[in-house]
């Protein structure tokens, strides 16, 4: 949560910078950082399938939507509240989970 708050007020800091530039930049760290760790720990697995390829690709679509949307978010509200509705993401999840899969969670989760 420190390192999410740094980069929100770093966001917040070079909103003037257009936003296809921090979107490039957080992809690359996050490209190289979990390529790396997935090589190192030895879990680099390819998708099989053109199902599993399908979702790869609507993921990493949705993921670049939802880093656009924070950065212009970013340029135009202060930290604080746009912080406070990224954290809503968890509720989101939960109630995508019931809705869709299904799957009411459990005490720990």
Excluded at 10 to 17: D, H
Excluded at 54 to 78: H, S, Y
Aim: hydrophobic share 55%; net charge neutral.
């Amino acid at each position: 949560m420190i390192l999410a708050a740094i980069s929100y007020t770093v966001l917040r800091y070079i909103r003037k910078v257009h936003y296809t530039v921090t979107t490039l930049m957080f992809g690359l760290w996050g490209v190289t950082e979990n390529l790396s760790l997935a090589i190192g720990f030895n879990v680099f697995n390819k998708p099989e399938g053109s199902e599993e390829w399908l979702l790869v690709c609507a993921l990493a679509v949705l993921t670049f939507v939802g880093q656009v949307a924070i950065v212009c978010a970013m340029k135009a509200e202060q930290a604080g509240p746009v912080a406070i509705i990224r954290t809503f993401d968890v509720v989101f999840a939960f109630g995508w989970q019931i809705i869709i899969l299904h799957s009411v969670p459990d005490k720990l989760r």
